[in-house]
């Protein structure tokens, strides 16, 4: 069972990746290693794969066609793809929103035309994202509901990925699962979000900023559940015709402020904080409706935020150790 697996040196991808190595599956990884954050913690995740048996890796961009067409001449072998290449974030939209265009639009379209030239493929998995919901549907969150007022570009490339998504599916019979990941968070995470940035600031006795006083809520959701989850859609297929977008959250809804005294108690420290209205990228809350991926893929998520931050925190103090 090969699995081709983009955003491998990524957060997600590096953990998705030593979970189908460790069930003893082949997995070869695309990533561009690009530097929207530290490189040296991509390079440090792809090494930590790089050691397990059954991984190769291909540094590429997915939006260069002539890079990863060839790839489907190349390994015949692979079954299913997990696509989680990205440029993510909602904020950095605003400064560079090319990049979203390039990988989540553009990078999407050129895994579709890969997807459906493998010969044996059965099951492509992407992400997606709870940003979708944008700022005028009801909680909690479900696949249902109209998904078209993106507060960010980040979002609306999110949006457009499923729609070409769903295009494919019904013209190639391709068999998709988009995953909407509710804030994802954990050790590895990634240093432009929140349980990064206030750890770090938290430790320096730097002040952190909480939005509307940090009454802004998310659906905080632990790595190991996300990981539990993709393995679990990739093991379901959906219909060849009918491709399907599940949420993927810890359907459990949580002010940032407490996110915050949990860090806070976990790290031994306490933050200085400062206050400021929230921008107009982010949305007031987020809470996954989680029966369909539940039904779906057998999913369910079982680590509150009590017991994640504490193994992000311990995490994130070794690795400022030098890892
Ligand atoms: P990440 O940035 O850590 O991982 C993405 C990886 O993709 C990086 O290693 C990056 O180098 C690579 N990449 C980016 N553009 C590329 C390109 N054009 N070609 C090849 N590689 C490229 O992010 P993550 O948090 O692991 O997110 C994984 C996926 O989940 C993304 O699609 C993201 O949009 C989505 N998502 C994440 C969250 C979250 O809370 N982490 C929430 C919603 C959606």
Not at 181 to 205: H, K, N, Q, S
Not at 212 to 223: I, S
Not at 264 to 279: F, M
Request: negative net charge.
């Amino acid at each position: 069972m090969t699995v081709l697996l983009t955003g491998a040196a990524g957060f997600i991808g590096m953990h998705v990746a030593e979970s189908l190595l460790a069930r003893g599956e082949r997995v070869i990884g695309v990533d561009s290693l690009n530097a929207y954050y530290d490189v040296r913690l991509k390079q440090a995740r792809l090494a930590r794969l790089e050691a397990m048996p059954g991984f190769g890796f291909i540094n590429a961009d997915i939006a260069d066609r002539e890079a990863m067409l060839p790839l489907a001449a190349a390994q015949v072998e692979v079954t299913r793809i997990v696509h989680l290449a990205a440029q993510p974030g909602v904020r950095y939209s605003l400064v560079d929103p090319f990049a979203y265009v390039e990988a989540n639009v553009m990078g999407h379209l050129v895994m579709l035309e890969l997807a459906r030239r493998l010969p044996r493929l059965e099951h492509l998995v992407y992400a997606s994202s709870s940003s979708v919901y944008g700022g005028n549907c009801k909680l909690p969150f479900a696949e249902s509901d109209r998904v078209d007022h993106p507060v960010s570009l980040y979002a609306a490339t999110k949006r457009a990925g499923e729609l070409i998504s769903e295009s494919y599916g019904h013209l190639f019979g391709l068999p998709q699962t988009g995953l909407r990941f509710f804030t994802v968070y954990g050790p590895w995470g990634r240093p432009d979000m929140a349980p990064w940035m206030f750890a770090e600031a938290i430790l320096e006795g730097r002040p952190i900023t909480l939005y509307d006083g940090g009454r802004l809520k998310r659906d905080f959701t632990f790595v190991s559940d996300i990981v539990a989850g993709v393995l679990g859609c990739l093991d379901h297929p959906a219909p060849a015709n009918a491709p399907r977008v599940l949420n993927i959250g810890n359907h459990r809804s949580v002010e940032v402020r407490r996110f915050v005294d949990v860090l806070e108690e976990a790290l031994g420290r306490q933050a200085v904080v400062v206050d400021a209205p929230r921008p107009a990228t982010d949305v007031e809350e987020t809470f996954a409706d989680i029966e369909a991926i539940r039904a779906l893929c057998g999913y369910e998520p079982s680590t509150p935020i009590e017991v994640g931050i504490p193994r992000f925190a311990e995490w994130f103090l070794s690795w400022r150790k030098g890892g």
